[in-house]
């Protein structure tokens, strides 16, 4: 179970199996006491919410479904969308709002492309002589390995000047000169960055797929209502939004 070699404590591949099923276990116990609660006490909403992408939106609307189902306890997690997605096929959570570079399978999902760019304080920033610039958050989020592997295939030199630990941080830093940011590109125009699709040393970054999803064989239909006003408000409103894929399972 334990990797006795390792300083501190380490599980083996087994004794990381092991955990994983008693998560597994945790959170089907979980969703059995919520069906029992009912009638009684508050049934619990597990929510995540990606903090790398659609965390602010996302808060308003869930807050608003609160207040109109007060006998519903709310309970919600700001995480990394991989975080999160791997959390949620553990059974972890009722609903996820998350970002991927992938399309995610399985589970009832409303999913949508976005569009992602380059934000800057301005093109000069990045267009001068020396390594690109790069503004960025944590080690192993989604902006940031969009951004370096980005640049890794296009052979473009680069360094990181800024890590934060917010993306409030990142673009604040930007903003301030210090390099460009990757992000969702309606999320760089809000900040008030000048924002390139792509510029000569800045090649274009892949979208991402913004998703809300619910936990495999989740029917309910207030959660059901609440996945779709949640697309509603982060992807469906204003002008050039992205369009909205809804897959059930």
């Not at 993306?167 to 000048?194: I, T």
């Not at 936990?215 to 509603?232: F, K, Q």
Request: proline fraction near 5%; hydrophobic fraction near 50%; charge should be negative.
């Amino acid at each position: 179970m334990f990797d006795k070699s390792a300083p501190g404590v380490t599980l083996t591949a087994k004794g990381e199996m092991v955990v994983n099923y008693a998560r597994r276990l945790l959170a089907l116990n979980d969703q059995m006491l919520d069906v029992t609660a009912r009638g009684n006490a508050a049934a619990q909403v597990r929510i995540g919410l990606a903090t790398d992408y659609f965390e602010a939106p996302a808060l308003r609307a869930i807050a608003a479904f609160r207040a109109a189902n007060p006998d519903r306890a709310i309970h919600l997690v700001a995480e990394s969308s991989a975080a999160l997605l791997r959390d949620l096929r553990r059974g972890e959570y009722d609903l996820v709002v998350a970002a991927s570079d992938v399309e995610i399978e399985g589970g009832a999902a409303r999913t949508w492309l976005e569009p992602t760019a380059w934000g800057a304080a301005s093109a000069a920033i990045v267009e001068g002589p020396g390594p690109v610039p790069l503004v960025v958050v944590g080690e192993s989020n989604l902006s940031r390995r969009l951004s370096v592997e980005t640049l890794d295939r296009a052979g473009v030199e680069y360094e990181i000047t800024y890590v934060g630990a917010s993306f409030a941080g990142m673009v604040s830093a930007a903003a301030a000169g210090f390099g460009a940011a990757c992000w969702a590109k309606r999320l760089l125009h809000n900040h008030g960055l000048q924002v390139f699709d792509s510029l000569p040393r800045l090649p274009r970054a892949p979208d991402v797929w913004g998703g809300v999803h619910l936990r495999d064989g989740m029917e309910e239909p207030e959660l059901v209502s609440l996945a779709d006003t949640l697309v509603a408000v982060i992807a469906g409103a204003g002008e050039g939004s992205p369009e909205i894929i809804r897959r059930t399972a």
